[in-house]
């Protein structure tokens, strides 16, 4: 059985680093074609790519927020952390880490199993 | 990339069929196989409902069906029920260096 679950700050202040963990369980994000992708949605609006790790440690960042983001992995721990630095107010929603990838059995580039979400709210 | 374009809305009545367009461009929907559908309820995560333009997750119902045309793509919701009113939202996949694209989203309501 695949889960993922959020864990991080529910409050951060403007100018503050927010740091999400992503602890996923049921696959092992060493397989071929394994990625964890973080999504975010604002209140009320819709989705939006954030970051992606694949199994081999390939990252993709969404351009426009590339220069305040790092994703890791620790496989060890079952573990994807998500680092935004400069956190504005209109980064607040909910962030939803995903298991997204090509899977010899089940599909291509899409998002199959996704956590609950986390509410990350930036205070002014 | 931009997002893709959905209605804001769409409505039915019980038994009724509704389609969801979704709309991209030739770099993402045009250009590969690789539209997916969501359906997310008030306060809960989205749950994928159809992958690779026409393919439906097990234990998906089979009211719900994905098509393609050029940079266009569809998702149809036959017999609507109740419990089918939701958001819904596509996204494409975008090639090799990108991270790929969401829609808009659609309020799907049943009357």
């Known amino acids: 059985q695949i889960t993922l679950k959020e864990s991080g700050p529910a409050l951060v202040k403007a100018t503050q680093t927010l740091t999400l963990t992503c602890t996923f369980s049921?696959?092992?994000?060493?397989?071929?074609?394994?990625?964890v992708g973080w999504i975010r949605q604002p209140p009320g609006q819709a989705l939006e790519w954030v970051a992606l790790?694949?199994?081999?440690?390939?990252?993709r960042y969404s351009p426009s927020l590339r220069s305040r983001l790092t994703i890791t992995k620790d496989t060890s721990k079952k573990q994807v952390v998500l680092t935004m630095t400069n956190m504005d107010p209109v980064d607040t929603g909910t962030y939803y880490c995903?298991?997204?990838?090509?899977?010899?059995?089940?599909?291509?580039?899409?998002?199959?199993?996704w956590g609950q979400g986390t509410l990350v709210t930036v205070s002014s | 990339q931009s997002a893709l374009t959905q209605p804001p809305s769409a409505s039915g009545s019980p038994g009724q069929s509704v389609t969801i367009s979704c709309t991209g461009t030739?770099?993402?929907?045009?250009?590969?196989?690789?539209v997916s559908w969501y359906q997310q309820h008030p306060g809960k995560a989205p749950k994928v409902m159809i992958y690779?333009?026409?393919k439906r997750p097990s234990g998906v119902p089979d009211r719900f069906s994905g098509s393609k045309s050029g940079n266009t793509a569809s998702l149809t919701v036959s017999g609507l029920q109740a419990e089918d009113e939701a958001d819904y939202y596509c996204?494409?996949?975008?090639?090799?260096?990108?991270?790929?694209?969401f829609g808009t989203g659609t309020k799907v309501t049943v009357l």
């Open positions: 995903t298991r997204y990838g090509y899977f010899f059995d089940s599909g291509r580039y899409y998002h199959d199993f």
């Open positions: 049921g696959f092992s994000l060493r397989t071929h074609g394994e990625g």
């Open positions: 790790i694949y199994w081999d440690d390939d990252k």
């Open positions: 030739s770099s993402d929907v045009g250009a590969y196989n690789y």
């Open positions: 690779e333009v026409t």
């Open positions: 996204s494409s996949y975008a090639g090799t260096n990108n991270l790929g694209v």
